[in-house]
């Protein structure tokens, strides 16, 4: 059936971004734009295939006129946050990916990200604490519960982190022996 074949090719699409054939990457993914013209979300699946490419500036126009075209686009807001981070816009990509992580607390990625930027940044701390935001929403408890007590302990951290922390780790000792 025709929507399998081009899901194929998406798929082929992705096969061939992840074996770094950029070309042929974007070849592919733009025979199936040409098939569903108004999935705006494979312009950002394009701007992913260049930011993995190397070719921040593509990646970032494309990204801007996305989330231009729908700010409530979280993977595009996403995507345009980690193409600021990689550029060195790290303040402009931290405010980003607040947002996601605020319209999305749930999705670990988005911490790893913060972290990244703040041990970038030579703020271990911070970093430490996104790190353990990032484990507990992977589901890896022991390590989330490690670098939440570090973080919790940590004078460089923010007090509203360290709060934070604290909290996090009362709550998981209170399910804790519930099971």
Not at 1 to 17: C, K, N, P, V
Not at 28 to 51: C, E, S
Not at 136 to 160: H, K, T
């Amino acid at each position: 059936d025709l929507d399998t074949q081009r899901m194929a090719r998406f798929g082929l699409a992705l096969i061939e971004a992840e074996n770094r054939r950029f070309d042929q990457a974007l070849e592919q993914l733009a025979i199936v734009q040409g098939q569903y013209p108004n999935r705006t979300i494979l312009k950002v699946d394009q701007a992913v295939i260049l930011q993995m490419a190397g070719r921040f500036p593509e990646a970032k126009d494309i990204l801007e006129a996305s989330v231009r075209r729908d700010p409530a686009d979280l993977y595009g807001l996403f995507q345009l946050a980690r193409v600021e981070a990689a550029t060195g816009n790290t303040t402009r990509a931290e405010a980003l990916l607040q947002q996601v992580a605020q319209a999305m607390p749930e999705y670990p990625q988005v911490y790893f990200e913060l972290g990244q930027i703040e041990a970038n940044r030579g703020a271990a701390g911070k970093g430490i604490f996104y790190l353990a935001k990032y484990y507990l929403y992977q589901g890896r408890e022991d390590l989330a519960e490690n670098n939440l007590r570090r973080a919790s302990r940590d004078r460089s951290v923010p007090a509203a982190m360290r709060a934070e922390a604290k909290e996090i780790l009362a709550e998981l000792e209170h399910i804790n022996k519930e099971t």
